[in-house]
């Protein structure tokens, strides 16, 4: 029992640094039709951006703040940093080619994608880097049986808490619908008066700044960070993403959650070296028999 | 013209002799680069094949690649294969697991096909890593892989290995440049261009997008017999979504469909990284930072495909006509025509009849218990509000979607639910209401795509030029003119369609739907943008085709000048019924026609 609860946490876990990924891919993709290749990266980039704020001032703000108010101030620097980066992504790389087709903007996207890989790469050196035991808390509570260690417990609560907020301003505000609209039908939206410029400015600064902060919550619990790791946690986030529905910003963190359960589970019962395998069955499946995802709604083409 | 092929043959004579030439001035170090640039030039033009000529997103081409390699691997180490023997068995190895792990997920569009291909790309690498039966090696690969010979003549210096690369990427680029200008190659454009109106001109889309596929993977397969054996060891390393993104890259590049354009974007991706290798730790920052200027200033690529098409020598216009008039006219049934003109209920043969056609979408009754019937020889109009559901009959007759219930009989054939392509090879072609060409090719091979399914050469025969082959294509070209010149458009063969003012492009349209010779026609709203002059010249455009050729039409249209002006028949429908039917004049006046236009009268 204690085992498979166990694993439920742990599938939580990850499923809620997918979950905070996948909505970046998620919006994007709802207001520019583009994976957004880059996004993997942007999540790297935060997560070294926390780790740099916390071990290059030598547990200065540590110290200054206490443990968790470094916690707290290197999620927000990495929130911030990183959406900005996200916005002048947007403004260098996507907007000048969006006019030019689907295609173009792939590749480009792919091009910022390796500009950033490599960017983390020649600024922080080639080797993993690591967040010190010294700047992170690592208390477990423990129930009984049941054990969580304070970092997990931290890591579940502020994704849980974006995410209901995220989900009540796109469902329940007046800009939230307004994003809504516009990931449906950009013109449309564009004739209404909604300012589709603002909506994309917010898109591309709140997706990415949402992965810049799971990247350093993912850094903070496995303590390991890699400038390659963008790629990885990008896939899969981006498999999350299709699995929910791609431009449904609830079913993004329904599939990411979704997601790392059956990851977790499927290490555990079935086989960790075949698991991503089966990521990526389950994901082919899916498109075959519901290609818009979980909770997606079927767009007939108009012909 | 002649000036210009001489220009480009004294350019390819050149570059020839630069490439037998550079060994000798050149050192071991570059001579492998320009091998690996032979190997990228070959996996460039396999996924061009995919995603330049077809438009299908592959971002997990490096899993072919892999595949060859592996075979080439595999079977060399462990029962001896001579390598050379091993080429054309991962190509087909590549193709058949191309055509197996596509079947199931090529109907899927744009960005869902993306995401499976790179899900693909993922799981066979992952495979690799896993090491199924011991056969692969695990994340170490295989090593000791022999090296390609020729009898006695073994291929084991850096200068053979170039060599060798580029007389095999000779012989390819020869078949691809023939492909392209083939039937095959312009139905993997028509594709790319606009599907619905690919599937409607008769060609089978996934058949299609298959071959593209099979073909693609099988050249890719190709490339990883030569790289496995100028490397000597395989690893799953080399196959990943880096790899896959990197080809991606060398088409987009280059340009979409260019055959040159695909072999300078593998020359930038090979070529480029080394240049840059005194900056090592930056190079690939830049390299990054140069895909995205590229496609700011060049999104269409560096060398993107310049679409001609040799027109044969002119013939004389009788001539011509003679040869590719479709169908000779019967005299006879054209004087029964007239016999009976204007006595619309004698009709004696249908060549259209929905029988309690129906169509849903969701909760929404489109079309409800519709029975149409289309007179043979005939000019047949629907009318009715917007929102009516006659799109949705159009839609339901050629195949678009499949009805709820009801059937459509084609000359007494039951049709329903046939897929497009399989109505328009039957017979019937049509135009859309917001018109749909292919507006990247040129007016003459709009045209040809309607001779498609009327034609019969495949890969082999298109590669080889066969005799047969070179005739149809000329046959098809003369056609195609015959058409363009009987719709008006006779001096615009040459111009992308996209390029054509709206008129023009509703004529491109048409030109193509009868270049079928189809029996039946279906035209939805075709004078809508067109001035009076133009609707007046379409009207007897129409009417003289009927006396020509053996052709029904069936419209939908909102011009009652037009409707009214040459239909034999008119059908009224509105909320998904038909509400009445029967000669223009009865159905001019009919109260129930004018209220579902014009509202009930207090």
Known sequence: ?303 | MNKRHKRSQLILGMVIALFLAFPFFSNFYWIDVAFFFGVYALLGLSLNIVLGETGLFDLGHAAFYAIGAYITAILNTLYGIPIVWLIPLSALCAGIFAYIVTSPIIHLRGDYLCIVTIGIGEIVRLALINNPFGLTGGPNGITGIGRPSFGLFAIDTSIRFYFYVWIILAIVILGLVRLQRSRIGRAWNYLREDEIAAEMSGIDVRHFKLLSFVLGAALAGVAGNIYASKLMIVSPDTFTFMESSMLFCIVMLGGLGSIPGSILGAGIITVFPEIFRVVANYRMLFFGGALVLAMIFRPGGLWPRKREIAIPNVRSAEETEERVRPVAVDQTRTTARQSVNGEASSFEKHILVTDMLTMKFGGLIAVKDLDLVVGHGKITSIIGPNGAGKTTVFNVVTGIYKPVSGKVYFEGKDITGFKPHKVASLGIARTFQNIRLFPGLTCVENVMAGLHHRMSSYVFSSIMRTESQILEEKWAIETAMYWLDKTGLAGLSDELAKNLPYGKQKLLELARALSSSPKLLILDEPSSGLNDKETEDLMIFLENLLDEMDLSILLIEHDMNLVMGISHWVVAMDMGIKIAEGRPQDIYNNSRVIEAYLGREE
């Open chain 1, 1 to 303: 029992m204690s085992i498979i609860l166990e694993q439920l946490l742990n599938g939580l876990t990850i499923g809620s640094f997918y979950a905070l990924i996948a909505l970046g891919y998620s919006m994007v993709y709802g207001v520019m039709k583009l994976i957004n290749f880059a996004h993997g990266d942007l999540f790297a980039l935060g997560s070294y951006l926390g780790y740099t704020l916390l071990v290059w001032s030598a547990g200065a703000v540590s110290q200054r703040f206490g443990l968790w108010g470094g916690m707290a101030a290197a999620l927000l620097f990495a929130f911030f940093a990183v959406g900005c980066v996200g916005v002048l992504m947007e403004r260098v790389a996507y907007r000048p080619v969006q006019k030019s087709g689907r295609l173009p903007l792939v590749v480009s996207a792919l091009g910022v994608s390796i500009f950033l890989e490599n960017l983390i790469m020649a600024v922080w050196g080639p080797r993993y880097q690591a967040y010190p035991a010294s700047v992170v808390p690592t208390y477990t509570i423990s129930l009984g049986w049941f054990h969580i260690t304070s970092m997990q417990l931290f890591i579940l609560i502020l994704s849980f808490v974006l995410m209901l907020i995220l989900y009540y301003v796109v469902q329940k505000t007046t800009f939230g619908a307004a994003i809504r609209a516009t990931a449906l039908d950009k013109e449309m939206a564009t004739m209404l008066g909604i300012d589709v410029g603002k909506i994309t400015l917010f898109i591309f600064f709140l997706g990415p700044a949402l992965g810049g902060m799971a990247g350093v919550m993912n850094g903070m619990y496995y303590r390991q960070i890699s400038f390659v790791m963008g790629w990885n946690y990008g896939l899969k986030a981006f498999t999350a993403t299709i699995l929910g529905g791609i431009g449904n910003i609830p079913a993004a963190m329904l599939g990411g959650l979704l997601l790392g359960l059956v990851e977790m589970f499927g290490a555990a019962y079935i086989s960790s070296a075949w698991k991503d395998v089966f990521t990526f069955l389950i994901l082919i499946l899916i498109l075959i028999f519901r290609p818009t995802g979980l909770i997606g709604e079927k767009v007939a083409e108009k012909v």
